[in-house]
């Protein structure tokens, strides 16, 4: 497994932040939008991966409401604190109708809820300890706002994130899925180390100017659905079934016509995993974190088998030659939207 420093996370009186390139997402963990999961199953996956080097794992209290997070905690009780790194999140509220509106959804149970994006400055401080409580520790060593919440001042939600880390509870402040312009502003007010944003071989938008600004400005990116919730592993075909409340099941990218479509591109780059005697979506991941600007993959795991092959990505060997061929035939995919 390799390490990477998270962004300008220097400070005098802490260490720098360092993350597993692959680290361990924990979102499919709490079943919400993904049709269920098996508890033991996403504990046992993230014990796993911890033995073989992940020792990054990102998690935030949206995932099941509040389940992701206790999974989470469940499953790192027995490791010396210092040696795993835990993310997390805040300003994604299911409980309280306050904020800018996200989604309509449904709970683990099947019951609708509503989702609201709400980053006020009470709201934080109390997610933290809610989040405190659900991971079994005391400090979070980064907290990522999870969306923008339009109705609460950058500023504002900064400030409280500044107060966290004064009181110890949090080491490092990080956003999600924020742009360049969002970033310039909240880095008026904190120092902002990382942007978790999606990034994928058939999503790679961020690298017009997001990717730029980050590399210039010392701030990590953190890629979040680098097989784009499984499309890139190779395993889908036309005519996927879903399972009930899995939300892959509304995306254009699992039209038919697309799953076609990356599935001839996979055959052209197939020979290079067959060369290494790894599969797909190993290859897929390496190849993501040996792109400009991104720091660490997250990939997630239903269970250990899952998150044992995501682990041994990072060992896989790519030369230039070997990136820019896959690169090159990447170039030539277009889907459907």
Known sequence: ???????????????????????????????????GSERNDAVKAIRESFDVGVT?????????????????????????????????????????????????????????????????????????????????????????????????????????????????????????????????????????????????????????????????????ILAYSPMERGLLTGKMKPGHHFAENDHRASLHFFKDENLKRVDSFLAKIKPIADDKNVSLGQLVLKWTIQQPGITIALAGARDAKQALQNAAAADIVLSTDEINTITAHLNELELVK
């Open 56 to 220: 990054s794992i990102d998690t935030a209290p949206v995932y099941g409401q509040g389940l992701s997070e206790e999974i989470v905690g469940e499953a790192i009780k027995d490791i010396p604190r210092d040696k795993v790194q835990i993310l997390t999140k805040y300003g994604m509220s299911w409980d309280v109708a306050q904020g800018d509106f996200a989604m309509h959804s449904k709970n683990n149970e099947g019951k609708d809820i509503d989702i609201y994006k709400y980053a006020a400055k009470d709201s934080i401080i109390k997610e933290c300890e809610d989040s405190l409580t659900r991971l079994g520790t005391d400090y979070i060593d980064l907290y990522q706002i999870h969306w923008h919440d339009k109705t609460t001042p950058i500023e504002e939600t900064m400030e409280a994130v500044s107060q966290l880390i004064q009181q110890g509870k949090v080491r490092y402040a990080g956003v999600c899925n924020y742009d360049v312009e969002l970033m310039r502003e909240a880095s008026k007010y904190i120092n902002l180390v990382s942007d978790q944003v999606p990034y994928s071989m058939v999503k790679r938008e961020i690298e017009k100017e997001l990717v730029p600004y980050c590399i210039e400005h010392e701030k990590a």
């Open 1 to 35: 497994m390799q390490y990477r420093k998270v962004g300008n996370s220097d400070h005098p009186e802490k260490p720098d932040l360092e993350l597993s390139v692959i680290t361990f997402g924990a979102w499919a963990a709490g079943g919400w939008m993904w049709g």
